[in-house]
């Protein structure tokens, strides 16, 4: 019954959506979902899409996977030795504050358009899985680690008992979020620096030809992607915390 | 033979203005379970973490003389005292089974420690997490994770809060199998787990009396 309601509510946008683009009559402007999915279906078959979402997932992934490893790494040393967390916070400040786009042009002279989109999701995600990593092990309960002190547990069986369980819920919140911001941010820089077969570059493309509907298909295509990768990552994350626990 | 002491000697510790512990002397034999008690604020739990090593003291000493169990290493100048503390301190996303085994590592099987766990709480509840039982319960599986890791001693922190008292009874002839060689110190509010133990009692005051031995 939920779900009926919400596919006519979905249905009732749609049929708005398509009445305005009507209204308006200006193709450039506003383009009505007939003509996105007309735009979209002619995209699939194409080798050329296939190509250029691949890229660009590859390339983000990598990113975001760059980011995930150090950002975990960094963060367990920086939570066992504070010099390191000092000598590192204003790197880190500074990835935060400093706008995407700012990165994204700076690195277009230092590393050029290829791996543009690998730079901005690194610069993205890094500092966020950093942060939750070290907020995540410092949440660890004092008291069990007392415990575990009094009965001489080996650190080994206290990384998977004590520090482990602390540390995951933070991880994994902190993931969603990051994977998210890899997608836009990676987006982002194919669309300033253009590198070849890329999705960024169909979008800027799409600009250029002023072609609203083939902007608007391009826009879904990285939602969906955005969504699937997300749904994929999660499902490792939680295969792979599960296995921890026996 | 010696069967062990420890010997508490001019115990001091205050926490800036509030003295909890002074001067406090005492002397622990092994053989007979040694029953601490007193109000609360008294110094209790400050005293059993000044002998688990967890705080230490402003002034005085702690000497162990006690037969160390053949896997302390030579060197360590404290012996393994595993303790059940006022919380339970159990890794709650955990099995008791998988809790115990944390502490004992190689020293008994799983079977083992399934015959043991099942001494004292039933059957079906040892191989689910531990947040999932009852506050009871959790306190059992401390109880025995303390009982069943390898010591020289045991220390527990009023163990018998939260259990009724057919468990208690229960509880307590199994502490007294498990502790049968070893120093045993329990703390409680209850004067009759004195009794229940077969212990010596402890009473220890606020700070301005000494200590009564009886």
Not at chain 1, 108 to 135: D, Q
Not at chain 1, 177 to 182: E, K, Q, R, V
Request: glycine content about 6%; some cysteine.
């Amino acid at each position: 019954m939920k779900q009926a309601r919400q596919l006519i509510i979905i249905g009732f946008w749609l049929a708005v959506w398509q009445i305005a683009s009507l209204l308006i009559d200006n193709s450039i402007v506003m383009v009505g979902p007939v003509d996105v999915i007309r735009s979209f279906s002619a995209l699939l078959p194409e080798r050329e899409f296939w190509r250029a979402v691949a890229n660009s997932i590859g390339k983000i992934s990598l990113g975001f996977l760059l980011a995930f490893l150090t950002g975990v790494l960094l963060g367990v040393l920086a939570y066992a030795w504070n010099i390191l967390r000092e000598i590192l916070e204003p790197v880190v400040l500074l990835m935060k504050s400093v706008p995407v786009a700012s990165f994204i042009i700076l690195a277009l002279i230092w590393i050029g358009s290829k791996n543009l989109a690998v730079f901005a999701s690194y610069v993205v995600v890094f500092p966020m899985i950093y942060v939750s990593t070290i907020a995540g092990l410092q949440s660890t309960d004092k008291k069990l680690l007392e415990m575990a002190q009094v009965f001489s547990i080996p650190l080994g069986k206290r990384i998977r008992y004590i520090y482990l369980p602390a540390l995951l819920p933070y991880l994994s919140s902190s993931c969603a979020t990051a994977l998210g911001m890899a997608w836009k941010s990676g987006i982002a820089a194919e669309v300033i620096g253009v590198p070849a077969h890329t999705i960024g570059e169909h979008l800027y493309l799409s600009k250029v030809y002023l072609s609203t509907a083939d902007l608007f298909a391009w826009t879904i295509v990285i939602i969906l992607v955005s969504a699937l990768f997300e749904k994929v990552f999660l499902l490792v994350l939680r295969l792979g915390s599960g296995n921890c626990r026996h | 033979m010696n069967p062990g002491t420890v010997s508490i000697q001019n115990l001091s510790k205050s926490y800036g203005e509030l003295t909890v512990l002074a001067q406090l002397n005492m002397l622990l034999t092994v053989g007979k379970p040694w029953v601490l008690m007193g109000p609360s604020g008294c110094g209790k739990t400050t005293l059993l973490r000044i002998l688990l090593g967890l705080e230490v003291p402003d002034t005085g000493t702690v000497k162990w003389d006690l037969q160390m169990s053949a896997r302390s290493p030579v060197s360590r100048q404290r012996p393994n005292l595993p303790a059940v503390f006022q919380e339970d301190r159990l890794c709650e996303a955990f099995s008791p089974m998988e809790n115990i085994l944390m502490v004992t590592g190689n020293l008994f099987s799983r079977d083992q420690i399934s015959q043991e766990l099942c001494r004292l709480l039933p059957a079906e509840s040892i191989q689910r997490p531990v947040h999932t039982l009852s506050g009871g319960m959790k306190r059992r599986v401390a109880i025995l994770r303390a009982l069943l890791a390898p010591g020289d001693g045991v220390l527990m922190d009023e163990p018998f809060t939260g259990l009724d008292e057919d468990t208690k009874l229960q509880v307590i002839s199994y502490i007294k199998e498990k502790t049968a060689d070893k120093l045993l110190l329990i703390t409680t509010h209850q004067e009759e787990d004195v009794e229940l133990l077969g212990g010596t009692l402890i009473l220890l005051p606020f700070v301005e009396e000494p200590a009564k031995m009886l």
